[in-house]
């Protein structure tokens, strides 16, 4: 009952508030709720790339907020879990005074909405749910042969678009958030037809690519690369990173003779950003996937000269500074990092909060290896694998390093959710230096070194087939 009570007053101060709406503040929405279980008190709600603002909860985590000004569209909500950083989306149009209400233990699924504006966003994230369920179903089917995959994801659609239109039958919905729902349905689709020849025929068997039927790809006449109205949305934006990815190979095998895909190389990561830059025009779009793209290739490049002239092309077509000051700053770290130069020296903690120096800690052959409580499937995997490698390899020091920004009980709360010891176990003393300095990006980096601390391997994998002749070649040295 008292819960009960506490929805109706806030849906209550919703609308109380909503009568005080001044003539000049323009088009408002607001967005409201309780927040179960918080880690902390702040909510940062986000627009595209840019930060609305930070909203701190009251005594009993809860909170209001009025979005003057409003641009329709898809906003960004996020904060500290059970599980680590979180966030998901609404759909904000003038006039809508949402409450949201979530438990951070079970974030996702326990996520309710209500007020005016609730119906269209209950909708949105049930859909969301439900990719995730479809895409479970999905994995299965890759490894059926072409038409028969057709058949089952051409159902799978058609399906989803008659509960769509049943329930834009029902209700009174905009435009924009039409072209939301008929997106998602749409974009989860193609973003299907994108993976399937490569879960399918693997990246070793690129000529069985043009065994794919004709009319395979014929969605992508389809394709609006520049969506206002879906540029914030995960599946949109998850669609784009492997389209191009695909496009990018296509251009590839024009001017290469490689059967199998060097997703490394040069050429095949400059047509990536080439493509891009091509087809997208909105910034909001394209500037995050120059930035990934050429994240990604950086990260596993050991070719120096060609990330120059590489990074040129980046340099240019994006627009955004903070990206572009990330970037110059992982690339110097990483040409410091260069197989046979001294690992830089970082401060570690202890689970007993004591301070020691990196270089203090390798006596030995030494493989570093990062995990943060926000992944949660790598966590208990990459513990696993060096589990069973330090049977192995006693000779080997393996050291593992959190790289997360959270309190210290935070980090031995994960530890001990999940049976670890404190054995071999550090974190930063400072995490945002610390990762700039050993170019910690992505989590499953592994860095090899020597008893003397040079570095063996700046940037290798724990889950590799080649990782034990990599210790075994560390060893040797």
């Known amino acids: 009952m008292r819960l009960l009570y506490s929805i109706l007053l806030l849906t209550l101060t919703f609308f109380s508030c909503k009568n005080d709406v001044a003539t000049n503040e323009g088009e408002t929405a607001y967005i409201g709720g309780e927040i179960i279980n918080p880690i902390d008190k702040q909510l940062i709600i986000r627009k595209s790339n840019t930060i609305i603002d930070t909203i ?8 209001l907020y009025k979005l003057n000004y409003l641009e329709s569209g898809l906003y960004t909500f996020k904060l500290q879990s059970q599980n680590g950083e979180e966030f998901q989306l609404a759909l904000l149009e003038p006039k809508d005074s949402i409450m949201i209400r979530l438990n951070t233990i079970d974030f996702d699924e326990s996520l309710v909405f209500t007020g005016n504006g609730a119906k269209k966003n209950n909708y949105l994230i049930n859909m969301f749910l439900e990719n995730e369920e479809i895409n479970e ?8 042969e072409p038409i028969a995959f057709e058949r089952k994801i051409d159902s799978i659609r058609r399906l989803r678009n008659a509960n769509l239109n ?5 209700n009174t919905t905009s435009k924009l958030f039409q072209k939301i729902a ?6 989860n689709y193609y973003l299907s037809k994108e993976i399937y020849p490569f879960a399918y025929y693997g990246d070793n068997e690129i000529k069985n690519l043009q065994s794919l039927p004709a009319n395979f790809y014929d969605y992508r006449k389809n394709i609006d690369y520049n969506s206002i109205a879906l540029k914030d949305y995960f599946t949109y934006k998850t669609f784009l990173r492997y389209h191009f990815k695909n496009l990018a190979l296509s251009e590839h095998l024009k001017k290469s003779k490689d059967s199998i895909l060097k997703r490394n190389s040069y050429c095949y990561n400059l047509d990536k950003l080439k493509l891009i830059d091509s087809l997208i ?6 500037n995050p996937l120059l930035s990934i793209s050429s994240i990604d290739y950086i990260n596993k490049t050991k070719n120096i000269k060609e990330l120059d002239a590489f990074l040129d092309f ?19 770290s990483l040409k410091q990092l260069q197989t046979g130069n001294k690992i ?17 800690l390798i006596k030995k052959p030494t493989a570093l290896y990062f995990w943060s409580k926000d992944y949660k499937s790598h966590l208990q995997e990459s513990h696993a694998k060096v589990k069973d490698l330090m049977l192995k390899y006693p000779e080997v020091n393996f050291i593992s390093i959190n790289i997360d920004d959270s309190h210290l009980r935070d980090k031995s709360r994960v530890l001990q959710q999940y049976d670890l ?37 700046p940037h290798t994998n724990l889950f590799s087939i080649q990782f034990e002749e990599e210790l075994l070649g560390l060893l040797n040295q």
């Open 421 to 457: 010891t404190y054995r071999n176990e550090y974190q930063l003393k400072d995490p945002k230096l610390a990762k700039e300095t050993l170019a910690i990006n992505p989590i499953i980096k592994v860095m090899l070194v020597d008893r003397k601390g040079k570095i063996i391997d």
């Open 137 to 144: 179903k999905i994995l299965r089917y890759y490894q059926l």
């Open 281 to 286: 025009t909105d910034k909001d779009i394209k």
């Open 344 to 360: 830089p020296n970082v401060t570690l903690v202890t689970y007993k909060n004591q301070e020691v120096d990196l270089h203090k």
């Open 56 to 63: 701190l909860l009251d005594t009993k985590n809860r909170f």
């Open 182 to 187: 008929k997106g998602n349905i749409d974009y």
């Open 166 to 170: 049943l329930f834009l039958e029902k």
């Open 314 to 332: 980046y340099y240019e077509k994006s627009t955004d500074t903070k990206d572009k000051n990330y970037i110059e700053k992982l690339v110097k």
